[in-house]
Nanobody, 123 residues
Framework: VQLQASGGGLVQAGGSLRLSCAASGSIFSINSVDWYRQAPGKPRELVADITSYGITTYVDSVKGRFTISGDNAKNTVYLQMNSLKPEDTAVYYC??????????????????WGQGTLVTVSS
């Protein structure tokens, strides 16, 4: 299973970006997807989460500005980021709790990480 994160870039404060996290591989089900971020010199923090039931949670600092959503048909989760602030500058990572189905039809759960995508918000 691979997770491909994309959509980062440079944007001015107040602008918007949409990050995508596309999952591929031997996926039986995607149970939840998380977006994390890590700013320079700071620990990684969980920014938003969506479950397979569509339940979403957000860290307080992004509530009302960020929206996480999913497209089950495309195995893709999006993070729409509006009203961006310089303090949102970070490398953003997606991660997913996946039930993997092997070629022999065995299933197991695993937590996968995608590569990071850099978001830079200028003041």
């Amino acid at each position: 299973v691979q997770l491909q994160a994309s959509g980062g870039g440079l944007v001015q404060a107040g602008g918007s970006l949409r990050l995508s996290c596309a999952a591929s591989g031997s996926i039986f089900s995607i149970n939840s997807v998380d977006w994390y971020r890590q700013a320079p010199g700071k620990p990684r923090e969980l920014v938003a989460d969506i479950t397979s039931y569509g339940i979403t949670t957000y860290v307080d600092s992004v509530k009302g500005r960020f929206t996480i959503s999913g497209d089950n048909a495309k195995n893709t989760v999006y993070l729409q980021m509006n009203s961006l602030k310089p303090e949102d500058t970070a490398v953003y990572y997606c991660a997913a709790a996946v039930t993997v189905e092997t070629a022999s039809m065995d299933r197991y759960d695993h937590y996968f990480w995608g590569q990071g995508t850099l978001v830079t918000v200028s003041s």
